[in-house]
């Protein structure tokens, strides 16, 4: 039980900003929410990760709704590089080690 | 910084036998993870090791086991393999008992094909 959801796919123009969605309705008060992205024939590569407040880093922006109910990852230029499929994982609850993945969104960037 | 390197990249096996995948971890991260990844699905934890020993388990039965040596570096065992346990098998290390959820740097992973 992954416990996010997420678009199967979404297209995106080169260049242009990305906004991937996720809904955790069921997030508890301390459960942060993570980004990690999977490259083909790669493993996954840690993104972003936010608790409360939107997050920046060189990678991408976190905006989390006042809920915390979703969020949304930002790319704000996408590139071909950008093409990877995106996990938002919710954790990790108190005593719990493991990242839980869905299937995530695919992301395609149009050149 | 060296990342995580996992070993061999590619193996086919016969149902049956027994496989161990090995992986080295990030410098200075002494917490690693393995995964399972069927082919068009999301990662699935297997267990984790924290120095040395394991801390973690997901939904897998006894078969899959491993190892964390005194260097960090992992291996993952599997006995008695099925035509399910076909997968990517993918490693990730991290720091302090990585319980944080990022941080966390993966390899490649070993993709294991039983026939």
């Known amino acids: 039980d992954a416990k996010t959801t997420q678009p199967n796919s979404m297209e995106s123009n080169e260049e242009e900003p990305v906004h991937l969605p996720c809904n955790h309705s069921t997030i508890s008060g301390t459960d942060y929410i993570h980004w990690y992205r999977q490259l083909p024939s790669q493993g996954p590569e840690y993104v972003i990760h936010?608790?409360?407040s939107n997050v920046n880093n060189r990678m991408a922006s976190l905006a989390i709704a006042e809920d915390r109910k979703s969020s949304t990852l930002i790319l704000h230029r996408a590139t071909l590089r950008d093409a990877a499929v995106y996990y938002c994982?919710?954790?990790?609850?108190?005593?719990?080690?493991?990242?839980?993945f869905g299937k995530g969104t695919k992301l395609s960037v149009i050149p | 910084e060296t990342g995580v390197t996992q070993s061999p990249t590619h193996l086919i096996k016969t149902r049956g036998q027994q496989v161990t995948l090995r992986c080295s971890s990030q410098?200075?991260?002494?917490?690693v993870s393995w995964y399972q990844q069927a082919l068009g699905q999301g990662p699935q934890f297997i267990f984790q090791y924290y120095r040395e020993e394991e801390n973690g388990r997901g939904n897998f039965p006894p078969r899959f086991s491993g190892l964390q040596f005194p260097n960090y570096s992992s291996e993952l065992n599997v006995n008695a393999l099925e035509l399910d346990d076909s997968a990517l098998y993918l490693c990730?290390?991290?720091?302090?008992?990585?319980?944080?959820?990022?941080?966390?740097?993966f390899g490649s992973g070993t993709r294991l094909t039983v026939v």
């Open positions: 990730a290390s991290g720091e302090g008992g990585a319980r944080s959820g990022y941080g966390y740097t």
């Open positions: 994982i919710r954790g990790l609850g108190a005593g719990s080690y493991q990242l839980t």
């Open positions: 936010g608790l409360t």
């Open positions: 410098s200075g991260h002494n917490t």
